[in-house]
């Protein structure tokens, strides 16, 4: 099965800046989902992205998906203190045990 | 509140011991997902289940067991622990769809294998 691979691992910004995070992968997908990750919490479904759609948003959150680049992104805009968490792209390629894969993601920090 | 619950929150366990770690679900869910989160890995999937008594195997399941005799619970058991199961734990369930759809994490077990 495929691994989503984030990048970068960590980011750190100032509360108020755009925050963006990337995912490759290598072979094609069904869908692609984010994921965001408070610490010592589980996982909580940001936004789902199939292989037909080239953007979605949800709010703050913008997520693009270019299939020939076998990449997407995530913009999360005007960004809070309440952002700060790991954020993992999750990938969906169809059929078979090997179901969603979670990438390593990305921890943000949003420095007040 | 409904939604995905585990226990325990947090377990203390010695080698070559039994643990079961318990999950359940109020939405009906068909599907449901364990899987072990640690550093330098993400999350990685153990088991899932596609119903009840509808059961496979993920990326990593030596060492684990899993049932599912009722639609709402999916317990997972380690028959004989190791160090190298020390992780934290989640539980997930998705509607119906199975992969393809959102799926929604219970807050985790962390276990601790001495």
């Known amino acids: 099965s495929q691994q989503g691979e984030e990048d970068p691992q960590a980011l750190s910004i100032q509360e108020g800046e755009n925050a963006t995070m990337n995912c490759s992968y290598k072979t094609s997908i069904n869908n692609l989902q984010w994921y965001r990750q408070n610490s010592g919490r589980g996982l909580v479904h940001l936004i789902l992205?199939?292989?037909?759609?080239r953007e979605k948003h949800s709010g703050r959150l913008r997520v693009t998906l270019d299939t020939s680049k076998k990449s997407s992104s995530l913009l999360i805009t005007a960004s809070r203190a309440a952002d700060t968490a790991s954020y993992f792209c999750?990938?969906?390629?169809?059929?078979?045990?090997?179901?969603?894969?979670f990438g390593k993601g990305t921890h943000l920090i949003i420095q007040p | 509140d409904a939604g995905i619950t585990q226990s325990p929150r947090y377990k203390i366990t010695e080698t070559g011991r039994q643990v079961t770690l318990m999950c359940h679900q109020t939405?009906?869910?068909?599907?449901m997902f364990w899987y072990r989160q640690d550093l330098g890995h993400g999350l990685r999937l153990i088991y899932y289940s596609a119903a009840a008594d509808i059961t496979d195997k993920g990326e990593v399941p030596d060492g684990y067991v899993v049932s599912r005799s009722k639609t709402e619970n999916f317990p997972l058991t380690l028959e004989s622990a190791t160090r190298s199961q020390t992780s934290v734990y989640f539980c997930?369930?998705?509607?119906?769809?199975?992969?393809?759809?959102?799926?929604?994490f219970g807050p985790g077990t962390r276990l601790t294998v001495l």
């Open positions: 992205i199939r292989s037909n759609e």
């Open positions: 939405w009906s869910h068909s599907y």
């Open positions: 999750a990938l969906y390629s169809g059929g078979g045990a090997d179901g969603l894969t």
């Open positions: 997930a369930s998705t509607l119906a769809s199975g992969y393809a759809d959102t799926q929604y």
